[in-house]
């Protein structure tokens, strides 16, 4: 295979260790070519003319290109209400809970916004109007999503598929083949840089949910289970996690049951 530049099996599973060490991502085998290409562009982009002295580069503690770095080997795959029977449970969970005290959430892998944004449509939606007691940290690891997510500015064909209802009423034309989600919607979010890995979670106050989808599916089980553990004190007793469709936590029954088709419910004692 020609390549541009020489990529080692050893420069592979260097990458492997350092990501795995740094963000928690298990790399399979399968996944060397993707690997390749994604870092490629970090090399011509540093102007760096091997792997090896790429990953030395790095090493070296330049942190602007550990992040360029993670953010080059995470996926961010999302959709608005993907997953749709997760929303209808939220919706709910928030009638049971009620207007009487403020209701806080955590997106923990929000990427571009989509699903902070269908979460703060669900509160809308419930409690009928922006005026709710609903609020949401949305977090990722990937800083260059975030700039997307806060912006809050996304494609016509993206949005178009909530509805005219909908659009009209959480969104404003934003140029040509653009709409903008309106400050009304996005008053109730707020959006940070959190590393799951992080020992600790800037979270002040006790969560009544956590969305943490299609995320879980690059870590190992042990660092999955690290993870869940530092979920559980966060959590109200009762409170749910929402997990993607291919996620599964039976390892994790210390802290969770599974409550519905990929939500859990805090076990009671956790």
Not at 2 to 9: G, L
Not at 86 to 111: E, T, V
Not at 156 to 173: M, N, Q, S
Request: charged letters at 25%.
């Amino acid at each position: 295979m020609n390549r541009e530049f020489v990529f080692t099996d050893q420069d592979f599973q260097k990458i492997r260790d350092l990501i795995h060490r740094h963000a928690g991502i298990a790399l399979a085998d399968s996944k060397q070519e993707l690997v390749y290409s994604r870092l490629a562009r970090r090399l011509r982009v540093t102007g760096i003319k091997t792997f090896s002295e790429y990953l030395s580069f790095l090493q070296k503690g330049h942190e602007d290109e550990w992040e360029a770095f993670v953010n080059s080997l995470t996926t961010n795959l999302t959709s608005f209400f993907r997953e749709a029977h997760h929303f209808n449970l939220l919706a709910d969970f928030l009638r049971q809970l009620g207007p009487s005290r403020p209701i806080y959430l955590w997106c923990s892998a929000c990427s571009t916004g989509e699903e902070a944004y269908s979460m703060a449509i669900t509160a809308a939606e419930t409690f009928g109007g922006f005026d709710h007691p609903v609020r949401i940290i949305a977090s990722d690891l990937d800083s260059h999503v975030l700039v997307t997510a806060k912006a809050g500015l996304y494609k016509a064909d993206a949005v178009l598929k909530l509805g005219a209802e909908r659009v009209a009423r959480y969104f404003l034309p934003d140029g040509d083949g653009y709409f903008k989600v309106r400050p009304e919607l996005q008053q109730c979010i707020e959006f940070k840089r959190i590393n799951l890995l992080d020992a600790n979670y800037p979270v002040r106050e006790k969560l009544d949910g956590i969305f943490c989808r299609n995320v879980m599916i690059y870590f190992d089980k042990d660092t999955q289970l690290g993870i869940l553990k530092k979920f559980a004190p966060l959590l109200h007793p009762h409170g749910l996690l929402f997990a993607g469709h291919s996620e599964s936590f039976y390892h994790a029954a210390a802290y969770f049951r599974l409550r519905g088709q990929t939500v859990y419910e805090l076990a009671k004692h956790a």
